[in-house]
């Protein structure tokens, strides 16, 4: 093991009623986060869909682990005849039955359809085969990319709450597997997430004219006079209503890396054993559990309307692309627990935080705000909650993406508002979604 710990610690300064404030040096434990966009073959305006979805910035309420391909090509991954009856079994579904579907289904969307149903199938399969709970790990604890075992990373993201007091006696042990290094280990480690985005593209159109049809079917039974000439005006109105342009489909899978306190004695065992290689340790299977799924489309029409009128088709591809993605994942932020994101309060007089539409903000959400405390016998962070504020509907910043860089309001607030009293939050309190 190593016998001593080089560590920096910032502390944040503790002032109160600041304005205007930046919240680059406030330090706290972010959930971390590595995310991939994932296709599975060919559909309509790919190559743009795909360019488009570049242009979504990492979100900054996580820590950057990203690891491996950032693009997962799901066509490549394909299962053993075992494997696809184990699947057949899970899903309810015999291989006639199945067969059935999936020919219903290229007659409705083309030879290209596939089904939706084993893209989480894929997906697992994909994190085994490509060990991706290993690559978490070994980002975790070979920072340096020297093959070697080290906590760089521990310290860079965990260890600033810990006092002076904490670090001297880190350093004076005698090896390095202290109290506070596992204690900031097990507190981040286990919340470390993966999310896959599986894009595509579908013409409205091919849905509109198979609606069409069913409808037609059952008003060509209908005798002849003015009700059926008015359901067939009614149905080509709907179908031209609904035809023109594509949907864009985003379903993002939460995945979460399966991590406990045997796990962390594992590895200090393999440390001890050989603190120069770690390729043994790595060998183990760490994997990675499906928290859920949310989904997510946008309507693209090239019949532009008034606000459109100097864009091209190539933008409005470009800002449903990227505005579907944040949909998708502010989804995922609201309705699962671990995965919500703490952000630091800015401003106490109003109470404002770097939050916003992007994040789904509507007005009237519940923010609890927190404190962070260190404990020095356990080395974990403990929140202590101090209040409840809520989202002020009349003043919530417009953060989602636009096309040039710019404020899409520029007379908009800068940052969201909040109502509520917290008495004893600080310049670097968090807040973090109830409901």
Do not use: C
Request: charged share 35%.
């Amino acid at each position: 093991m190593k016998k001593t710990l080089t560590i920096l610690i910032t502390i944040p300064l503790f002032i109160y009623g600041q304005k205007k404030k930046s919240i680059d040096d406030i330090q706290y434990k972010r959930n971390s986060l590595s995310i991939h966009l994932v296709s599975d073959g060919e559909f309509d305006n790919k190559e743009k869909v795909l360019n488009a979805y570049n242009n979504y910035n990492f979100p900054d309420k996580y820590n950057d682990h990203r690891i491996g391909s950032s693009n997962v090509d799901l066509s490549n991954v394909e299962f053993s005849e075992e494997e696809f009856n184990i699947i057949l079994e899970e899903l309810g579904e015999t291989k006639e039955s199945y067969d059935d579907k999936i020919k219903i289904g290229k007659e409705i969307f083309g030879e290209n359809y596939k089904d939706e149903r084993l893209d989480v199938f894929k997906i697992k399969k994909f994190i085994q085969d490509s060990k991706m709970g290993s690559m978490i790990i070994d980002k975790w604890y070979d920072n340096n990319n020297d093959g070697k075992f080290d906590i760089d990373l521990i310290t860079e993201r965990g260890l600033f709450n810990a006092s002076k007091e904490d670090i001297d006696k880190a350093r004076s042990e005698a090896t390095g597997t202290n109290v506070i290094v596992t204690g900031a280990a097990l507190d981040l480690i286990p919340q470390t997430y993966v999310v896959f985005n599986k894009m595509s593209f579908v013409s409205n159109e091919l849905m509109a004219a198979f609606v069409k049809e069913m409808a037609m079917k059952e008003i060509n039974k209908m005798d002849e006079g003015l009700p059926k000439e008015l359901a067939i005006k009614a149905a080509e109105k709907v179908y031209e209503k609904t035809s023109e342009g594509y949907s864009v489909w985003t379903t993002a899978f939460l995945f979460k890396f399966k991590w406990d306190e045997q796990d962390q004695i594992n590895l200090y065992t393999s440390w001890e054993k050989n603190e120069e290689v770690k390729d043994e340790f790595l060998k183990n299977d760490f994997s990675l559990d499906l928290v859920g799924t949310e989904k997510a489309n946008s309507l693209v029409t090239f019949s532009l309307k008034a606000e459109d009128k100097d864009r091209s088709e190539d933008d409005i591809i470009n800002l449903a692309t990227v505005r579907n993605v944040e949909k998708v994942f502010s989804k995922l932020t609201k309705n699962y627990e671990d995965f919500k994101p703490k952000v630091p309060l800015v401003e106490f007089k109003p109470l404002t935080a770097f939050i916003g539409m992007k994040e789904g903000l509507e007005g009237g959400e519940t923010f609890e705000v927190l404190n962070e405390e260190y404990d020095s016998k356990t080395g974990r962070t403990i929140y202590k909650s101090v209040g409840k504020v809520k989202v002020d509907k009349k003043s919530i910043w417009d953060n989602r993406y636009s096309l040039d860089g710019e404020p899409n309001d520029p007379n908009g607030p800068d940052r969201t508002t909040f109502k509520g009293k917290a008495k004893k939050a600080t310049y670097g309190s968090l807040l973090r979604l109830i409901k």
